[in-house]
């Protein structure tokens, strides 16, 4: 192995660019061997590598410089690092275009700027990370423009190489450079395009190949929301300051004599400077603790960005009584803390690296990334605009303020936290801005029957057990209230009644006020005035009745009713319910037609069964009405969907009445329980009316 080492060195020094090129080549593919390294620099090919890597040209410096980029990455070779190679390389990324060069130049910058965290000595000259850059940077300025544009490049490689790059200057300034550098980099950075460049890759169809320096951006993303959260508000700083001045003067700000005379009034009104804003006090300091920084950037983007509609906020809220106003700023900082617990910011970077490790399926890449995090301003603004539309439409008070946190919250989680990978911004926009309140309480409702299913399991299974049993009696109660009023159904079939034929247009059915006896009469015409009982002529004794016909639409779930038999739509043209009865027990005459191709369905099987009565409904509702009335006053299932729905609207609207009136335990819910009223005072006969009060 010596000598092929020492041959390759040999080589490389060779006046033949062709010999040099070969050797070079070979090099690439061994050089990321530790014990090849060692015995390379042993034999001093370190100093003819840094030689071609700074003069070579072509395929030669291509290879030169990938194999140098590798020797960097298993810690060696730093003796070579200095500025005039720093310098090279960062120049031949602003001016070259050939793609196999830039890979390995920038392989070997991101290999000097993560230096410190590589765990290795240092060079010479103790230039490492990305202060070792800013010497070349000052004379290539058009460096960091020219690698975002990287970030474009069809080369799938270059451009995570590109990214990987970016993410190593991003970590080393945030973690090295002083409080007010770092921030500025990062601006500059986001100025130069990054987000929109960063945000195309994580929604494109190439996912796979950039997953690496992409799932870095985005922890590190994290970071910089985390480290400005985790910064004070601190008005001795005159960042700090001039962030706060400048929201307050966007409030007042305004053209013309107007804006003179309403800054005077601001200043006579002095009392109420942070108040009228929608700070809670008037020390705004105060409000920032929980976000710090991070809080102060949103809210003084969206008032910059957003002026117009900030001022005439304010006047709107103006008008109002104090307890009927939107509190702005404090709406804007609950946004961020919205936003911050969806996006887990607190989740570390080694959960994420976890994850990506379980996640690294294609399939299941979508789940990882989170392109809208990169769009936090934008997805904030929007948040805080739901926020005020929320707080408009349910005429809200400052008592109800954290109800529309939980709202706007159930909003981020369904609209940002449901959109797929691929969901433009603008989308998301639009979505949050026009999604309805009302679908917005349903999945609050929804959100509270999970968290108490989880608290409760079985005990609020037999809730709705119970409730669902007492909204069957409310319905079948209601449903033979129907019958006990009657009703007149059109009849243009054949009746005999009395030994007689003819043709009647109308026929009144009731039920007796004992429930045991259906009566019905026919006539020429539709009295207004409902028949008398002694008035019909016909009367069935329900004990008899063996089974119902209709061709009214059964509920799925029930239409295996024994008692019920179906009719098909192709025999009737229109709504029709016919009772079946023994024809011996019939007691009175009764429609006396039969149907044929029916099977009997009765314990009375042996004995004939006839058509007692039948009657046309005009309309669906009074068909579910007069069905599934007559089936549960047979003690049977009702069958129509529109029963079946309103039973399950009614134990619906039960449960919601009973969990927004029961509270967890103390070890659930933290906060004082609710004082218990006293009943000093009151009687024996105190007692409280739900509908009319106490």
Sequence with gaps: MDTNVSELVDRLGSEEDAVRKMAVFKLQSNIGDPSFADI???????????????????????????????????????????????????????????VNILRGAMSILVSIVSHPYSG???????????????????????????????????????????????????????????????????????????????????????????????????????????????????????????????????????????????????????????????????????????????????????????????????????????????????????????????????????????????????SNLDKLFKPLLLHWTRIHVAGLHAFFRLWKSTSAEVEDYDKIVELVRILIESVVGGAPRTKDVQDVEEEVAEFEYNRLRNLQMELLELTYEDVWGQHLRQVREELQHEALQFVKEQRIRCLLQ??????????????????????????????????????????????????????????TVSSVVSNVSASPDNSSSSTVKSMSHDRVSSTKITIYGHAHTAATPGDTQQTN?????????????????????????????????????LNQQPITSETSKLIKLISNYGLKIRLLNV?????????????VPSREGLTDDYYYDIFGGS
């Design 597 to 633: 191709g029916h099977s009997r369905s009765t314990s009375r099987a042996t004995q004939k069964e006839a058509a007692l009565l039948t009657f046309r409904p005009e309309s669906p509702s009074v068909a579910s009405e007069w069905l599934d009335g007559l089936l549960m006053l």
């Design 486 to 543: 009657g009703a007149w159904f059109s009849n243009d079939s054949t009746s005999k009644v009395e030994g007689k034929v003819g043709t009647s247009k109308w026929r009144y059915v009731q039920l007796s006020h004992n429930r045991r006896f259906l009566h019905f009469g026919e006539f020429e015409s539709m009295n207004i005035k409902r028949p008398e009982l002694d008035v019909l002529s016909g009367k069935i004794d329900l004990s």
């Design 40 to 98: 390379f620099i042993a034999e001093d090919g370190l100093t003819r590598l840094c030689y071609l890597a700074l003069h070579a040209s072509g395929n030669t410096l291509a290879y030169s410089l990938t194999s140098f980029a590798r020797l960097l990455e298993v810690d060696k070779g730093w003796e070579c690092v200095n500025q005039e190679l720093v310098e090279r390389v960062v120049e031949l990324i602003v001016t070259h275009p050939l």
């Design 120 to 362: 290795g000595r240092l060079s010479q000259n103790g230039a490492f990370g990305f202060r070792a850059l800013k010497p070349a940077i000052a004379i290539y300025p058009q460096f960091l423009e020219m690698l975002v544009s990287r970030l474009s490049s069809a080369d799938h490689a270059l451009c995570a190489n590109a990214l990987q790059l970016i993410n190593s200057l991003m970590r080393d300034s945030i973690t090295n450079d002083p409080e007010l550098e770092w921030p500025k980099f990062i601006q500059k950075l986001q100025d130069l395009g990054v987000i929109k460049a960063v945000y195309s890759l994580m929604q494109g169809t190439a996912l796979q190949d950039h997953a690496h320096p992409l799932i870095e951006f985005q922890s590190l993303t994290k970071v910089l929301l985390r480290k400005w959260r985790d910064i004070p508000l601190d008005l001795d700083k005159p960042e700090h300051r001039r962030a706060l001045k400048g929201i307050h003067l966007a409030s007042t700000q305004e053209k013309g004599s107007e804006g003179s005379s309403d800054v005077r009034r601001s200043r006579k009104h002095n009392s109420d400077k942070w108040r009228r804003l929608g700070f809670e006090s008037e020390s705004p300091v105060l409000q920032f603790e929980e976000m710090g920084f991070l809080g102060m950037m949103d809210l003084a983007d969206f008032v910059r960005n957003h002026q117009d509609g900030f001022q005439k906020m304010l006047l709107e809220q103006s008008t109002k009584p104090t307890q009927q106003r939107c509190p702005i700023a404090r709406a804007s900082l609950s946004v961020t803390s919205i936003l911050y617990d969806h996006f887990e910011v607190d989740k570390s970077e080694i959960e994420d690296s976890k994850g990506y490790l379980v996640l690294e399926s294609r």
């Design 663 to 675: 509270r967890f335990d103390d070890a659930v819910f933290a906060g004082e329980a609710p004082a």
